[in-house]
């Protein structure tokens, strides 16, 4: 039963990833052209609500369904590898006009051609593990 | 009945990542999908090749099943609730992207250019989506996180260094689309 829902997670996200166009790559070239608010509005709205959220289970020590502690773990200080990976993603989120969540909602709407993309991601996640060690972090 | 099959507005749409990103927390898990694809490295065998991919992936295995469900989740949108329809982007965008030879700019949720059967057939096509992918793949793990490991899970969590992150997925993306697009398009 635990299981279903994690899927059950997974159909909600993926049915608003693809509503919302958030998984048009056309909606992603729009958003770096500054052309129109609708992704800035997507992600904005999402993180005000979701600083709240997470402020609220921090001051009310909200627990899980299961009654366990909900921990948050702060990233580990750096700069490079935050800049330096995000721009590598920048560069391929626009130019595949989608990110890691939309490219499996596109391939179960039936956009065959992002199993292109899929296989990139899986080959440079692969090449990241290669490289990991020689890469300034 | 009829506002299912519209498309979902920002001020929607936005709550609701931000409430899946909750229903995670809620279940004891955390919200970021990209490292799936560092377990569907390892579950391919890439623990063979480096240290990086030595891990019991079986313990990501419920993120794997939310993958699974963004896939179905798709499939319902665009056969059962009339998504996949023709995103209403700014006219502007669709000049600029017509004269970059993107025709369906305009008429398609996704470029028939480069997510068209067709380009299965085209060395160029398969090119930009395989080095778009490594990109994504590549910047992802570097970065430690995504879209929604570091814009959403991240900065709600007011984390510097996802704000780091972030930025450097803008400076990316402004390079590509408003120095390299006309380079290759």
């Known amino acids: ?137 | 009945m009829d506002l299912i099959n519209q498309p979902i507005p920002w001020y929607i749409a936005g709550p609701l990542i931000a409430i899946t990103m909750l229903l995670l927390l809620l279940v004891g898990k955390n919200f970021g999908m990209s490292s799936n694809l560092r377990t569907m490295c390892t579950a391919l065998g890439a623990d063979k090749t480096c240290d990086f991919f030595c891990f019991d992936w079986k313990g990501q295995r419920w993120n794997l099943l939310v993958m699974f469900g963004t896939v179905i989740g798709g499939f319902i949108a665009v056969h059962y609730l009339s998504g996949g329809n023709t995103p209403e982007i700014n006219p502007e965008a669709i000049n600029n992207l017509k004269s970059l030879g993107f025709e369906s700019a305009g008429s398609s949720y996704l470029p028939l250019e480069l997510f068209g059967t067709s380009v299965f057939s085209s060395v160029k096509g398969i090119f930009i989506l395989l080095t778009g992918g490594l990109l994504v793949g590549f910047g992802a793990r570097y970065a430690g996180g995504c879209t929604s490991g570091h814009a959403i899970s991240g900065l709600s969590n007011l984390q510097l260094p996802s704000l780091t992150a972030v930025i450097g997925f803008f400076i990316g993306g402004l390079a590509m689309v408003h120095l390299i697009f006309p380079l290759i398009f």
């Open chain 1, 1 to 137: 039963m635990k299981n279903i829902q994690y899927i059950i997670i997974g159909i909600f996200f993926g049915v608003i990833m693809l509503k919302s166009e958030a998984a048009s790559w056309f909606r992603i070239y729009e958003m770096f052209q500054f052309k129109a608010f609708h992704m800035y509005g997507i992600i904005g709205s999402a993180l005000v609500l979701g600083v709240i959220f997470v402020q609220l289970i921090k001051l009310y020590e909200i627990k899980t369904f299961n009654g366990e502690q909900i921990t948050f773990l702060d990233k580990s200080k750096s700069v490079s590898r935050y800049l330096f990976g995000g721009i590598i993603f920048g560069l391929g989120w626009a130019l595949a006009g989608a990110c890691p969540g939309p490219m499996f909602t596109l391939l179960g709407a039936g956009f065959f051609p992002i199993i292109i993309v899929v296989s990139g991601a899986l080959l440079g996640t692969w090449l990241y593990g290669l490289l990991k060690n020689k890469l300034p972090h």
